[in-house]
């Protein structure tokens, strides 16, 4: 058997080639050199954006729809941002598991992954029209990765997003400010109180005003339930002690 898989995987690299999505040297599609040109991001409050422990807001940070903490793995560059653009205007399933991978490999080594006890994922919703457009949604896949492999309840129909607004990162401040609760209805039956907290995946984060008005939004029934995020990238920030 392990004979037979062995010449399958053989056969297989030797018609489907894999090359890296990045540098393009065969072999895998994020080859070791470019997986370093990831830079990881260091726990930090996600609002004032200087270091905190563990990856908790600040209490003096905090107001009623903030989260309660963001696990932030890497840097979005030019790099990073080229990987995702790939990933998101054009599916391509191995690269994404080659991406949700590392992203697991670095997230279960980290001091977060305590917090993901006990938790519900729920993915950032697309809207219908942009699900439709894309045939996919990003966020709802690395959900979906987590959760089978580490054992997690998921949930992808508790919140659904009624406003089509524009991609995200082409958006500028204002714009992103319009993102309210109003663009979230909390729609589905289960009920939060069985789980410890709730953990909002997104690929990328700007100011964080989605995660915060999907947060608003649970909040609304659960005012007191921990609301924390989990994400792949964010714009490079300026590191201070606290
Ligand atoms: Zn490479
Ligand atoms: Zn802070």
Same mark, same amino acid.
Request: with cysteine.
């Given at each position: 058997?392990? =004979?037979?898989? @062995?010449?399958?995987?053989? *056969? /297989?690299?030797?018609?489907?080639?894999?090359?890296?999505? +990045?540098? @393009?040297?065969?072999?895998?599609?994020?080859?070791?050199?470019?997986?370093? *040109?990831?830079?990881?991001?260091?726990?930090?409050?996600?609002?004032?954006?200087? *270091?905190?422990?563990?990856?908790?807001?600040?209490?003096?940070?905090?107001?009623?729809?903030?989260?309660?903490?963001?696990?932030?793995?890497?840097?979005?560059?030019?790099?990073?941002?080229?990987?995702?653009?790939?990933?998101?205007?054009?599916?391509?399933?191995?690269?994404?598991?080659?991406?949700?991978?590392?992203?697991?490999?670095?997230?279960? +080594?980290?001091?977060?992954?305590?917090? *993901?006890?006990?938790?519900?994922?729920?993915?950032?919703?697309?809207?219908?029209?942009?699900?439709?457009?894309?045939?996919?949604?990003?966020?709802?896949?690395? !959900?979906?990765?987590?959760?089978?492999?580490?054992?997690?309840? +998921?949930?992808?129909?508790?919140?659904?997003? /009624?406003?089509?607004?524009?991609? =995200? !990162?082409?958006?500028?401040?204002?714009?992103?400010?319009? +993102?309210?609760?109003?663009?979230?209805?909390?729609?589905?039956?289960?009920?939060?109180?069985?789980?410890?907290?709730?953990?909002?995946?997104?690929?990328?984060?700007?100011?964080?005003?989605?995660?915060? !008005?999907? !947060?608003?939004?649970?909040? @609304?029934?659960?005012?007191?339930?921990?609301?924390? @995020?989990?994400?792949?990238?964010?714009?490079?920030?300026?590191? /201070?002690?606290?």
């Amino acid at each position: 058997m392990l =004979q037979y898989v @062995g010449m399958s995987n053989f *056969l /297989s690299d030797f018609f489907f080639p894999r090359y890296c999505n +990045i540098c @393009g040297k065969k072999g895998d599609y994020l080859c070791n050199l470019c997986k370093k *040109l990831f830079k990881r991001n260091l726990p930090e409050c996600y609002t004032c954006r200087r *270091l905190s422990s563990d990856f908790n807001s600040h209490s003096s940070c905090k107001s009623k729809k903030s989260l309660d903490r963001i696990f932030v793995c890497w840097e979005y560059n030019r790099n990073t941002s080229n990987i995702l653009k790939k990933l998101k205007y054009k599916y391509v399933t191995d690269t994404s598991e080659t991406l949700f991978t590392f992203f697991l490999e670095l997230l279960t +080594i980290s001091c977060f992954k305590k917090h *993901l006890k006990g938790t519900l994922l729920i993915p950032v919703p697309l809207s219908n029209n942009r699900f439709r457009e894309r045939g996919f949604n990003q966020s709802e896949l690395l !959900a979906r990765y987590i959760s089978k492999n580490l054992n997690i309840d +998921i949930d992808n129909d508790l919140i659904f997003r /009624s406003i089509d607004s524009k991609h =995200q !990162a082409s958006k500028n401040k204002d714009e992103r400010k319009y +993102i309210n609760s109003d663009s979230f209805k909390l729609i589905g039956k289960r009920n939060l109180n069985h789980y410890k907290s709730i953990t909002i995946v997104d690929d990328v984060i700007t100011t964080g005003s989605t995660l915060e !008005a999907i !947060a608003s939004c649970i909040r @609304g029934r659960y005012p007191d339930i921990t609301i924390q @995020g989990l994400c792949m990238f964010r714009g490079r920030a300026k590191y /201070s002690f606290s």
